[in-house]
């Protein structure tokens, strides 16, 4: 679901899980030439200012691969190769959330492999992704759920629910994910998680869009991947997992 909206088709065939994952943070005037509009280079060019908070001393450019939330939410594993061997890292341990620096990989250092462990619960996942041009576009706010459900059937047992291009790394909704876990499946829990996951996570303003903008966007795509998610269960029940 979440390759699906990556960029164009062109783009998709071309491109490569490792380099979604581990694409530069965005900014708005990063990309913009000096004489264009700025006199001295921003902090992602090596200059002391971010033109977004010139009166900060940190970096406000956004993560935006739509492929990471959703490897988060699989608990998905990668293996980093360089002179010394391989490693194996779970893809959280990937991102810094530090816009001036996003990755932990060091020089030298490529991915090579991505792994997705299975499940034996019955199970559900749903990505949403926000944008203006639809996948031509990098997102406004993208979301990523993963859901594994009780023996019942209606209790969720384990949540990972993941936002990307709100700030400088994918952030997990770990509060959301903790007080669904033991709750029932329905309508009004949904409700709830919502604004527990607004109201928990760092929403940076970027791109000309407002705080509260991406607030209600946040809400809106949260609400259509936990429904996917909540409908996979339901799918995996009816083919008798």
Not at 79 to 84: C, F, L, N, R
């Amino acid at each position: 679901m979440a390759a699906q909206k990556v960029a164009t088709r062109e783009i998709r065939n071309m491109g490569t899980l490792g380099g979604n994952i581990c694409q530069e943070t965005r900014c708005l005037y990063l990309n913009q030439t000096h004489t264009f509009q700025f006199t001295e280079p921003c902090l992602k060019r090596g200059g002391t200012i971010c033109y977004f908070a010139p009166k900060g001393k940190k970096c406000w450019a956004a993560f935006m691969s739509d492929i990471a939330p959703a490897l988060l939410c699989l608990d998905a594993r990668v293996t980093i190769a360089d002179s010394d061997g391989d490693q194996q890292i779970k893809i959280e341990e990937l991102y810094t959330n530090d816009a001036l620096k996003p990755l932990s990989l060091k020089t030298g250092q490529m991915i090579t492999k991505i792994i997705i462990p299975g499940t034996q619960d019955a199970c559900g996942s749903g990505f949403a992704k926000f944008t203006v041009r639809e996948v031509i576009e990098f997102a406004v706010v993208n979301v990523g759920v993963f859901l594994a459900v009780e023996k019942d059937l209606k209790t969720c047992k384990q949540a990972r629910i993941v936002v990307g291009a709100i700030s400088g790394g994918p952030q997990r909704a770990v509060d959301a994910e903790a007080w669904l876990a033991g709750k029932k499946l329905s309508k009004e829990t949904i409700n709830i998680v919502l604004q527990k996951i607004a109201g928990s996570l760092n929403i940076i303003p970027h791109h000309g869009y407002s705080k509260r903008y991406l607030t209600e966007c946040l809400k809106t795509q949260s609400r259509q991947a936990l429904t996917d998610a909540v409908k996979g269960c339901s799918d995996e029940i009816n083919r008798g997992r």
